[in-house]
T-cell receptor, first 113, second 112 residues
């Protein structure tokens, strides 16, 4: 079955460390997205990518980096520059330009310890 | 004014009740509208798209009023399993500004 897979489900990071969250999809979707969700807040867009080797900053890109070397994969690195990284991170994909909504992965819950 | 506004609730209703959620959006250029459902500590899942003519899927009915920039979701005969947060989602407009804009969600609790 086609879908979008995020790993790990839970991640603990020490202060000053960089961590990378994995996102893989086999839906043949062009576009992929990273969101962050905090308690009581809506989804906020970190980065998005319309095609391979291209990505754009979202609303809260500072302290994050991404790559899109393959259509199927869109990993997110949370760097030590991100001051408040504890959150629920959601990856999504869609057909760019076709307004059918997004398919989400099951999320990664990142906690700084 | 927020780009997408929803009543946060919570809505507490008994099983079998009919409940309606409202949502307003600020960008008149928005062209696509959706309702998502999000269970506690899970990812959002697409419930239904919202079309100008209104659309129905079983117990769920969505309506769009472009003139008032208003979207609604009606749930009839509520089930315990309908308990979740319902997110109103709007696209940013045509062309490359097609990012989705998410409301904060309305919390629903259906009680036995």
């Amino acid at each position: 079955d086609g879908g979008i897979t995020q790993s790990p489900k839970y991640l603990f990071r020490k202060e000053g460390q960089n961590v990378t969250l994995s996102c893989e999809q086999n839906l043949n979707h062009d576009a992929m997205y990273w969101y962050r969700q905090d308690p009581g807040q809506g989804l906020r867009l970190i980065y998005y990518s319309q095609i391979v080797n291209d990505f754009q900053k979202g609303d809260i890109a500072e302290g994050y980096s991404v790559s899109r070397e393959k259509k199927e994969s869109f990993p997110l690195t949370v760097t030590s520059a991100q001051k408040n990284p504890t959150a629920f991170y959601l990856c999504a994909s869609s057909i760019w330009g076709k307004e059918e909504g997004y398919t989400f992965g099951s999320g990664t819950r990142l906690t700084v310890v | 004014r927020k780009e997408v506004e929803q009543d946060p609730g919570p809505f507490n209703v008994p099983e079998g009740a009919t409940v309606a959620f409202n949502c307003t959006y600020s960008n008149s250029a928005s062209q696509s509208f959706f309702w998502y459902r999000q269970d506690c500590r899970k990812e959002p899942k697409l419930l239904m798209s919202v079309y100008s003519s209104g659309n129905e899927d079983g117990r769920f009915t969505a309506q769009l009023n472009r003139a008032s920039q208003y979207i609604s979701l009606l749930i009839r005969d509520s089930k315990l399993s309908d308990s979740a947060t319902y997110l109103c989602v709007v696209n940013g407009g045509a062309g490359n500004n097609r990012k989705l804009i998410w409301g904060l969600g309305t919390s629903l609790a259906v009680n036995p």
